[in-house]
């Protein structure tokens, strides 16, 4: 795509640096926008960590630094947060500082990293190299991040137990439950990590999205107002060309040949994405759900999804028998893959953003199990705003209540409307990245902007 029109394999002799967070659902939007950039004509350098490094004989296009091979033991997932925006500052800018040095290829347009990377937005300062953004997320869980002070100043925040149902007149529809907040015995450094996330966007120099105009425009309205730097919402990614896997645990490809043999519509696909944990009387309690429902399924159980357990030890043998015909259970799938397949009637999600977008562009039902974070916002949005699921709702994972969701969705009327109402999304969602359509427009806006840098 150029100002004039989309031309592949032009090159613009600029180089863009990624520097991606790195945990599975930040890697592979970040690594789906290289490809998609590098397909308009950039070169692509990556800066990674050690730590779940992406693989790159999967980018033979792609330039790879390396930094911050040691890391420090993490207890939780705000701790490696905060740990990243500490440790990586001097590694970080001895990288930039080689990659600058060398004069030998396309000379270095900007920065594009990861939000939760506050920190590389004083480095890149540092070298007066433009930083653009990109949020992973949605828009509408951005804002509400973007809201704590105010909630804070309200007392929706910290949450109080009694006020759960509590309608949040600033944010409808959400209510007090649906805050993106994650178990915590330190909110503050919550707080502090996410209002240095926002004043560093605000700051930025542009802000990319893994989301489309048609999806959130409300929210896009509001985020325009607020943060008044170039917005470019040109998702979705993944749709826009085919992209090598990013995945980091091997994707099973028993997955498919599971469902090749399952009727059109019949299966409901469980994941809960790669950092998300359960109790085990949930994990038996969705166990006993999907047995009870009677309908075939394909279950993500990632080792470490069940707090205390390795893998399946937990599940009775009685469960265990039902995998050798209507269960499928594998470690990690090759989820597009698996939400184009024809015999996918449901996708029973946590609604990590990339789960909650996938599921859309494929037309595919929703049943909604947030967990934390931002999955509360989406999981809110997919059931009421868009009404493309519906959520089980907290507290409510008890056999019975999975069974009546997994009904609803798979039979009843209900499912029906919700199943047209996806694939109307679904249609969008194509629409937008055609030629004249807002992502495809957008994205031709960021060509000539980074151009022009
Ligand atoms: N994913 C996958 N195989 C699985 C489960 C998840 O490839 O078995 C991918 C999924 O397609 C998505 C990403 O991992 O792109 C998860 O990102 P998301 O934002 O949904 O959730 P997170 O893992 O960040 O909680």
Redesign the pocket.
């Known amino acids: 795509i150029n100002s004039r029109e989309p031309q592949l394999g032009e090159r613009i002799g600029r180089r863009i640096i990624f520097f991606p967070l790195p ?4 890697i ?2 970040m690594l789906q926008l290289a490809n998609i950039l590098h397909s308009i004509g950039f070169s692509i350098t990556i800066i990674h960590t050690k730590l779940n490094s992406p693989n790159p004989t999967n980018y033979p296009h792609f330039t790879f630094h390396q930094i911050l091979s040691e890391f420090d033991e993490y207890s939780d997932i705000l701790s490696l947060l905060t740990m990243l925006n500490e440790k990586c500052v001097e590694p970080f800018k001895q990288a930039l500082s080689e990659l600058l040095g060398d004069k030998s290829g396309d000379p270095i347009g900007c920065l594009i990293s990861d939000a939760i990377l506050y920190f590389t937005s004083d480095v890149a300062k540092s070298f007066n190299l433009p930083r653009i953004v990109l949020r ?2 949605g828009v509408a869980s951005f804002l509400t991040f973007a809201a704590f002070p105010v909630l804070l100043q309200k007392g929706y925040l910290p949450i109080q137990d009694s006020r759960l149902e509590e309608p949040i007149i600033e944010l409808p529809p959400l209510r007090v439950k649906d805050l993106p907040v994650i178990k915590t015995s330190q909110p503050e450094k919550l707080y502090s990590l996410l209002h240095n996330m926002i004043q560093e966007t605000k700051s930025s120099s542009g802000l990319i999205w893994n989301t489309f105009e048609e999806l959130e425009q409300p929210s896009l309205t509001k985020l325009r107002q607020d943060f008044p730097i170039p917005i470019f919402p040109i998702g979705p990614f ?1 749709k826009h060309i085919a992209s090598s ?1 990013s ?1 980091l ?1 091997p ?2 490809q028993s ?1 498919i040949s599971w469902l090749d043999k399952q009727a059109n519509s019949s299966v409901v696909y469980v ?6 944990s359960i109790e085990e009387k949930d994990f038996l309690e969705i166990a006993q759900g999907l047995e009870s429902s009677k309908h075939p399924f394909l279950w ?1 159980v ?1 080792p470490g999804l069940i707090r205390g357990a390795d893998w399946l030890e937990p599940l009775p043998q009685d469960f265990l028998d039902l995998l050798n015909g209507r269960g499928h259970i ?7 893959e ?2 184009v397949h024809r015999a996918v009637g449901a996708f029973w ?10 599921s859309i562009c494929e037309g595919v039902p929703m049943i909604c199990m947030p ?1 934390f974070t931002d ?1 509360l916002v989406n999981a809110r949005y997919v059931s009421d705003v868009w009404g493309v699921g519906l959520q089980l709702e907290n507290g409510n994972l008890e056999r019975g209540e999975i069974e009546k969701a997994i009904q609803k969705v798979m039979v009843e009327k209900e499912g029906e409307e919700i199943r047209e109402r996806v694939l109307c999304l679904k249609e969008k969602a194509s629409i937008c990245l055609r030629p004249g359509g807002s992502s495809y427009e957008s994205l031709k806006s960021l060509k000539n902007y980074i151009s022009l840098f």
């Open positions: 945990l599975q659902g930040h592979n939007p992973t997320g993944h896997s995945s645990i994707e099973d997955s994941s809960f994405g790669s950092i998300a993500v990632r594998v470690k990690w799938a090759p989820q597009v698996v939400l999600t946590h609604n990590g953003w990339n789960s909650t977008l996938e967990c999955q």
